[in-house]
T-cell receptor, first 117, second 116 residues
């Protein structure tokens, strides 16, 4: 049973460019959450998608946007990249239909390491 | 606003020694509590979770944690550390009610080094 898969593993962009990161959730999971982990920090919640809509959002600017597809996979887009966007971007999935006890148990992918030069 | 504090940025122990990683949280109500582990180049793996009931919870890899409501703490322990436990450990809190499922707040992490 495949867990959460993310692509690409690593990528390098320059300031001002745009990036798209992709995530396939664990089988049976319908909710995808994205986290940003800067070097030496804990993950920070960006936003969450369920039923192809943004369900909740953390304190991130509108440059960060996302999408969820009918097969539950998701994309994270970041526009106008800044040096400070360099981080490990983690995707996590969960089964929201199981209620709080299930929906709060996140399965994380290995992440996409973004470097902005 | 909720917050999680892990006071120890880096801990070094000898293999076979006991381990305790500290975690304190600030939350409006009783939260769900988690410990995750992250090895270099890897994502986060769930070690254990506390939702309700017995305040001493058992997890994978021989880890356990104790929820102390009076101290707003959820410390992680292991009686005998193995070299393979070297990693970064994160404490996290999440909502026990409402609709903010899956929106976890993480601490800064504690890096564990194990000496042979």
């Amino acid at each position: 049973d495949a867990g959460v898969t993310q692509s690409p593993t690593h990528l390098i962009k320059t300031r001002g460019q745009q990036v798209t990161l992709r995530c396939s959730p664990k089988s049976g999971h319908d909710t995808v959450s994205w986290y940003q982990q800067a070097l030496g920090q804990g993950p920070q919640f960006i936003f969450q998608y369920y039923e192809e809509e943004e369900r909740q959002r953390g304190n991130f600017p509108d440059r960060f946007s996302g999408h969820q597809f009918p097969n539950y996979s998701s994309e994270l887009n970041v526009n106008a990249l800044l040096l400070g966007d360099s981080a490990l971007y983690l995707c996590a999935s969960s089964p929201i239909r199981q209620g709080a006890s299930g929906a709060n148990v996140l399965t994380f992918g290995a992440g996409s390491r973004l470097t902005v030069l | 606003a909720q917050s999680v504090t892990q006071p120890d940025i880096h801990i070094t122990v000898s293999e076979g020694a006991s381990l305790e990683l500290r975690c304190n949280y600030s939350y409006g109500a009783t939260p769900y509590l988690f410990w995750y582990v992250q090895s270099p180049g890897q994502g986060l793996q769930l070690l254990l979770k506390y939702f309700s009931g017995d305040t001493l919870v058992q997890g994978i890899k021989g880890f356990e944690a104790e929820f102390k409501r009076s101290q707003s703490s959820f410390n992680l322990r292991k009686p005998s550390v193995h070299w393979s436990d070297a990693a970064e450990y994160f404490c996290a809190v999440g909502p026990a009610g409402g609709t903010s499922y899956g929106k976890l707040t993480f601490g800064q992490g504690t890096i564990l080094t194990v000496h042979p």
